[in-house]
């Protein structure tokens, strides 16, 4: 079942969030329609296809895809590639980074003339064609936590699709419900926000850049939406946050 995030005339935003069962990570899947355009962000691994394809052919027909976005390469972003190739005639995007590498998804010849890939400034992605045409920028985010990393931001719902930064895990988190103040949610995103950001330098940069974004939700790849009074609080806090590289020392680069 898709969870609105945003709905508006033609234009509509909607989240997937429990596809993937017990045996993986939770994540998150979206999918944006403006008219007869849709866009896949994150499509995720055959964990989440069956479900995922089913789900949306109650909104839009999978078939007539224009993009699948990707903000980075792990396998619980794209691992089922293969099968989107298959099932749909969409351009995929990914860092160029990715570019060379998202193909050993796939069977040989599948992704031929069908990726394209973002530099690392990004772009505004102009998506479908005639009156469905729509925008969606490509934002980068390099080294949050890969090392070419997009995030991608809807001008028009004023949605951040923010990858795995502002990520929240674990059996309490409820990806259904949002997070308005990041006070008491910070349990569930601190431990992984250390481990996974690269460096507190990178995360400044991030929180500069998007700062001049009208922002009303960042929706991260696992976990619950941020809305309200916690989109500046999350921001804020990661500004200030030491995490990878900054937390390392000798203690950690012993031979075992």
Request: glycine fraction near 10%; hydrophobic fraction near 40%.
């Amino acid at each position: 079942m898709a969870t609105i995030l945003f709905k508006q005339g033609r234009h509509q935003c909607l989240m997937f969030s429990e596809l993937s069962g017990s045996e993986g990570v939770q994540s998150n899947q979206f999918l944006l329609v403006n008219g007869g355009t849709g866009a896949i962000l994150d499509p995720g691994g055959n964990l989440a296809y069956n479900e995922l394809f089913l789900g949306m052919a109650e909104h839009f027909p999978p078939q007539r895809l224009a993009a699948i976005l990707a903000s980075h390469a792990d396998p619980d972003i794209i691992a089922s590639l293969d099968r989107w190739m298959t099932a749909t005639e969409a351009t995929v995007y990914i860092s160029r980074l990715w570019e060379r590498f998202a193909p050993h998804f796939c069977k040989p010849g599948k992704t031929r003339g069908r990726i394209q890939g973002l530099d690392d400034a990004g772009a505004r992605l102009q998506l479908g064609s005639g009156e469905d045409r729509f925008e969606l920028w490509a934002l980068p985010a390099h080294f949050l936590h890969a090392e070419g990393n997009f995030q991608f931001y809807d001008p028009v719902s004023r949605i951040l699709f923010s990858g795995d930064l502002g990520a929240s895990l674990g059996g309490a988190v409820d990806p259904g419900q949002r997070v308005r103040e990041l006070g008491p949610h910070l349990r569930h995103m601190e431990a992984f926000h250390r481990r996974y950001m690269v460096s507190n330098k990178v995360l400044r940069l991030w929180a500069d850049m998007v700062s001049r974004l009208p922002i009303d939700l960042i929706v991260p790849q696992h976990g619950a939406p941020l809305e309200g009074p916690a989109v500046q609080q999350f921001i804020d806090w990661v500004r200030e946050l030491p995490c990878g590289i900054d937390l390392m020392g000798s203690a950690q680069y012993q031979l075992p």
